[in-house]
């Protein structure tokens, strides 16, 4: 059974910080194309950052210097570290496994940037 089971998410003050985790069971994480996209309410879900088995990265527009991914190999985990949060920034977060066909879906972690 393919779980991902994010965690991390919480209310921040704008300016703030946050890592998101994302942890994966039941697949051959290497083989697996990683990525971290969101939903804010009333809009469609868009890709935000995303790492390769190989661990190339790539990331929005929008989020570059303030978004980082990585994953770690020995634990299952990929990470989403999110630097100067924005208000533009609430939204459920949700993890991605992606290998061809296959194609996985966390629960998602809320993550709301409020004053």
């Known amino acids: 059974q393919v779980q991902l089971v994010e965690s991390g998410g919480g209310l921040v003050q704008p300016g703030g910080s946050l890592r998101l985790s994302c942890a994966a069971s039941?697949?051959?994480?290497?083989?697996?194309?990683m990525g971290w996209y969101r939903q804010a309410p009333g809009k469609q879900r868009e890709l935000v950052a995303g790492?390769?088995?190989?661990?190339?990265?790539h990331y929005a527009d929008s989020v570059k210097g303030r978004f980082a991914t990585s994953r770690g190999y020995a634990n299952n985990t990929v990470y989403l570290q999110i630097n100067n949060l924005k208000p533009e920034d609430t939204a459920v977060y949700y993890c991605?496994?992606?290998?061809?066909?296959?194609?996985?879906w966390g629960q998602g972690t809320q993550v709301t940037v409020s004053s």
């Open positions: 039941g697949i051959i994480f290497t083989n697996y194309n």
């Open positions: 991605n496994a992606n290998l061809f066909n296959y194609d996985y």
């Open positions: 790492i390769t088995s190989y661990g190339t990265t």
